[in-house]
């Protein structure tokens, strides 16, 4: 984002990604929760993020009025001002009964832990951390390809599968696909398993560290 908006030269910048504690998200993930559609038989959506313009869900709504309603459930853990129009999308579809408003959660790992694939709307984003808690837990991602921070996060499309920003009918072609085929979602899974493991704290520190070392030695 810096060398396109402000005209950064790429070689004196460096990302260094916030970082995943993946044993913690895995401890709290196990906790115990009642989710909505346990034992449905159903490919388990889930929505992770604030409930606003940007973040697409009213995008993901409509797109899914485009995929068979047999094929999945949709929680949605967030809150914020788009609840209400998301809600009536979801009445307009028919699709009440696939999907399950969660609100705020403090830990919403324990609901990621059952999904099957977190899907990530938005318009605009940076590098959501959510994907590293997805790839924690061993959940695939599908994502608008929103930003060169998601196609990074993402390692363009080896951990996840990206889809142009507002397409419903490609984001509902992802959709469908994915949650019919549990191979490519265990491949995704593993990918992400591995990104993971980059994005550690102690790893994170140590390439801190290591730009500082450059930057004092440049």
């Known amino acids: 984002d810096l060398v396109q908006e402000f005209g950064a030269q790429p070689a004196k910048v460096d990302v260094v990604p ?12 196990a906790e115990m929760v009642e989710y909505p559609f346990a ?3 159903r490919c388990h959506l889930i929505t992770v993020g604030r409930l606003s313009p940007e973040k697409g869900l009213d995008f993901l709504a409509r797109s899914l009025a485009g995929v068979d309603r047999g094929a999945f459930d949709w929680v949605i853990v967030g809150d914020g001002p788009e609840r209400g129009r998301i809600r009536s999308l979801v009445h307009e579809a028919g699709m009440e009964d ?3 408003f969660a609100g705020m959660c403090e830990n919403p790992w324990s609901l990621m832990r059952h999904a099957d694939i977190l899907v990530h709307p938005s318009r605009s984003e940076a590098f959501p951390n959510v994907f590293g808690e997805a790839f924690a837990l061993g959940l695939p991602v599908i994502a608008s390809d929103c930003s060169p921070g998601v196609r990074e996060y993402l390692s363009d499309g080896a951990c996840g599968i990206l889809v142009p920003v507002g397409d419903e009918g490609l984001m509902a072609a992802a959709i469908s696909a994915l949650a019919s085929d549990p191979e490519t979602r265990q491949k995704l899974a593993r990918a992400g398993l591995e990104r993971v493991v980059e ?3 102690e790893a994170s520190v140590a390439n801190f560290e290591e730009i500082l070392r450059e930057a004092g030695n440049g």
């Open 39 to 41: 034992g449905s038989g």
């Open 199 to 201: 994005l550690n704290p």
């Open 18 to 29: 916030n970082p995943i504690d993946a044993a913690r998200i895995r401890a709290r993930g």
């Open 98 to 100: 696939r999907v399950h």
